[in-house]
């Protein structure tokens, strides 16, 4: 079974940014979608952002296009996130996700995520 470890979050002042990085154990998941996804206090889990398996297609909330990339290494079994012009709204727990399909596309809901990371908070300061 994969195994999804984030890393990266910590607290940062408005306006700043940080670089979330999700490491997989499985060999497959060069063949899966990949998705990154946040929970703030008191509310619900909500799509961040994703990518297709292999790199050609992206998909964000709107809420962070524009500030937010997703990207992929496939040799390093990792995927990423550059979270850039941060704002105290972002602040969230932030999990990474693999889609439950094989060469699946960045066009995803989140039912349609299978495996889970432990999640890396994200504080932003004002």
């Known amino acids: 079974q994969v195994q999804l470890v984030e890393s990266g979050g910590g607290l940062v002042q408005a306006g700043g940014s940080l670089r979330l990085s999700c490491a997989a154990s499985?060999?497959?998941?060069?063949?899966?979608?990949m998705g990154w996804f946040r929970q703030p206090p008191g509310k619900e889990r909500q799509f961040v952002a994703a990518?297709?398996?292999?790199?050609?297609?992206?998909n964000y909330a709107v809420s962070v296009k524009g500030r937010f990339t997703i990207a992929r290494d496939n040799v390093k079994n990792t995927v990423y996130l550059q979270m850039n012009s941060l704002k105290p709204e972002d602040t969230a727990v932030y999990y990474c996700?693999?889609?439950?399909?094989?060469?699946?596309?960045?066009?995803?809901?989140?039912?349609?995520?299978?495996?889970w990371g432990q999640g890396t908070q994200v504080t932003v300061s004002s």
């Open positions: 996700a693999q889609h439950r399909r094989l060469f699946s596309t960045a066009q995803a809901q989140q039912p349609d995520f299978g495996s």
């Open positions: 499985g060999r497959t998941f060069s063949r899966y979608a």
């Open positions: 990518i297709s398996w292999n790199g050609g297609n992206t």
